[in-house]
């Protein structure tokens, strides 16, 4: 397997805030090509490049700016979703901090398209010193005639870029989230329909997009739809970025051609195998939120088609790898210690199922669960999955119901464990250990 550097060719190849270098290295070619044309013409190419959401959830790009595009309502805004909270993934600060520029011609670009006149970028809170170039860069580019009106002497692009960074919480990721954020709210998602392209920021007209995904859209308007489309598989074009992480010797950020390989692959040649050289336990190929993959299910594609078909899902392409001897019950537990805190509160299931879902796993492993609980864990993820609003609540079960599946029998030690601790302590007669099943 090797690398098909498109969106990273730049990254370490020239200083982040010089833009002459980043012209010479073959920037801007693609926002020229976009405003030599008309938006429409410009919707029209992403949509036939098969360029699918980055950020988790994989919807056309081209079909959400046509959406926004449609609206008669004004003004429109454009929002780059820099907020990557997902556990695992850290491919974004790459693109922000080693190649900015591209990041943000892709925003001028969908900007021009859906005809906005005013965009965000969202960025991370732990990303301060991003944070801080970012806010250069944007003086940087309205002094070169980047960012106000009459961008590149072109009439009808005109754009504002506003860097905002975020409020912390995991859930301002999802775009109704990051949206109320941005007005001075609470983070909270919100029932669709309306969506953002019709009722979005400020209750107009939004599109809010990743920054890998905003990422390709230069190297689209430059080379064309039907050059792109040859690097991927149907239905999954271009490369992604993956973040992975975990249990491995190397981790880091590569960016490969969908399909280029096996998830096994990936984690030998490029992580260099687990870091103690145990066989692999589990691995999530998405990030946090994602159902765990196991034995021959390793030996999948890199495509998000053939993950699925595996039992998970690609989503933020971040892949965590666990190794043998490693219970399931305390991985469990340390995605549940995260996501138990961070719901918004507006779905009951969510706000209440990841606290008992957490109080379970921490019964469980301080010697007090019982065998019901391990039927409560499955009713309450299979409730939040099936009730919640956003994302989040949707996803943060999953990877429990499938550890709960493939790896059963960590579990039950727990409960075996939970058992002999409560024999032994009546036995000594000790009272402080009565067996309860309950979730107080």
């Known amino acids: 397997m090797q690398e098909t550097k498109v969106l990273t060719n730049r990254v370490g190849r020239y200083e982040p805030l010089d833009l002459d270098a980043y012209k010479a290295l073959g920037g801007l070619q693609g926002l020229r090509q976009a405003l030599a044309g008309k938006p429409e013409l410009v919707i029209e190419q992403i949509k036939a490049s098969g360029l699918t959401g980055r950020g988790g959830a994989g919807f056309p790009t081209g079909l959400k700016w046509a959406f926004a595009a449609q609206q008669k309502q004004q003004p429109k805004y454009f929002i780059c979703n820099a907020d990557e909270g997902e556990l695992g993934t850290f491919k974004d600060k790459v693109l922000l901090d080693g190649d900015p520029w591209l990041v943000l011609e892709g925003i001028l670009i969908a900007a021009y398209a859906i005809g906005a006149e005013q965009a965000y970028i969202y960025i991370k809170s732990e990303y301060k010193k991003t944070v801080r170039l970012w806010?250069?860069?944007?003086?940087?580019?309205?002094?070169?005639?980047?960012?106000?009106?009459?961008?590149?002497?072109?009439?009808?692009?005109?754009?504002?870029?506003?860097?905002?960074?975020?409020?912390?919480?995991?859930?301002?990721?999802?775009?109704?989230?990051?949206?109320?954020?941005?007005?001075?709210?609470?983070?909270?998602?919100?029932?669709?329909?309306?969506?953002?392209?019709?009722?979005?920021?400020?209750?107009?007209?939004?599109?809010?997009?990743?920054?890998?995904?905003i990422a390709n859209v230069p190297a689209i308007m430059a080379i064309g739809p039907d050059a792109y489309r040859k690097t991927g598989v149907v239905d999954d074009r271009g490369t992604r970025l993956f973040s992975l992480s975990g249990d491995v010797k190397k981790s880091g950020v590569y960016e490969l051609e969908m399909g280029a390989g096996t998830l096994q692959e990936f984690i030998d040649e490029f992580g260099g195998g687990t870091a103690n050289g145990q066989p692999i336990k589990a691995v999530q190929p998405g990030g946090g939120t994602s159902p765990f993959l196991a034995g021959d299910s390793l030996g999948c594609k890199l495509t998000t088609q053939s993950i699925r078909e595996a039992g998970s899902s690609i989503g933020?392409?971040?892949?965590?790898?666990?190794?043998?001897?490693?219970?399931?019950?305390?991985?469990?537990?340390?995605?549940?210690?995260?996501?138990?805190v961070e719901s918004c509160g507006r779905c009951a299931p969510c706000r209440l199922g990841a606290i008992k879902m957490k109080q379970i796993i921490r019964r469980l492993l301080t010697g007090k669960g019982a065998a019901e609980n391990l039927q409560q864990l499955r009713q309450i993820g299979k409730a939040s999955v099936a009730a919640s609003t956003c994302g989040m609540g949707q996803a943060f079960p999953l990877p429990v119901l499938s550890a709960l599946e493939l790896f059963p029998e960590d579990f039950e030690a727990a409960v075996v464990k939970s058992r002999d601790r409560e024999f032994s302590g009546r036995r000594n007669g000790d009272p402080k250990l009565p067996y309860r099943s309950g979730l107080t």
Not at 323 to 330: F, K, L
Request: charged share 20%.
């Open 316 to 340: 933020t392409a971040a892949v965590i790898v666990y190794e043998q001897g490693r219970s399931a019950v305390d991985i469990v537990k340390g995605l549940l210690d995260f996501y138990g």
């Open 135 to 213: 806010e250069k860069l944007a003086a940087h580019a309205k002094k070169a005639g980047l960012l106000g009106k009459k961008i590149l002497g072109s009439t009808p692009l005109a754009a504002g870029l506003q860097v905002v960074r975020a409020r912390g919480p995991y859930i301002a990721g999802e775009e109704f989230a990051l949206i109320a954020s941005l007005e001075a709210r609470r983070a909270m998602s919100r029932i669709k329909p309306p969506y953002p392209s019709e009722v979005g920021l400020f209750g107009k007209p939004t599109v809010v997009n990743n920054v890998e995904t």
